[in-house]
């Protein structure tokens, strides 16, 4: 990915769910999908569920597919604590430039601590990321991706 391709991905990231945009029409039964487009540029984010969830962003150019991330992600409490989505949420504006695939390495926010850890570049990486409250991890999220390339002929 280039460097215009990366800033869009993030702008497109901070327009959609971390901003709170609300889901357009499924593409599957029951996914929630959120999209933004700017220019040649589109970007997809489709998820399935809600405590444990699954889904995948995906970024394309003049109709190419060019990048793509999959995640998985569950909570490790029976409630969803007030405060989670805010700090959830409010990482997920703060990805960094040179790693837009989550949010930065921590965030806080009221009692909550955002933590996120990858390897690899925007071309190629994998990662995890975790909010605890009070020293105890309460949510996990797993997730990979990179660079996609198509035979052109």
Known sequence: MNQESIAFLIRAKRAT?????????????????????EGSYLYID?????????????????????????????????????GFSACLKGALLELPQHAPFRGPEIYHSENFIYRCQWEGRPERFHGEECISIEGEVIYRLAFHGGSILSFTG
Do not use: C, H
Not at 17 to 33: H, N, V
Not at 54 to 71: K, P, S
């Open 17 to 37: 769910y971390a901003a709170g945009m609300p889901p357009s029409t499924p593409s599957r039964p029951r996914s929630k999908d959120l999209q933004y487009r």
């Open 46 to 82: 489709t998820y399935l569920g809600d405590i444990d969830f699954i889904g995948e962003e995906a970024v394309w150019l003049e109709g190419q597919a060019i990048w793509g991330m999959n995640y998985y992600g569950w909570m490790l409490t029976e409630s969803i604590p007030d």
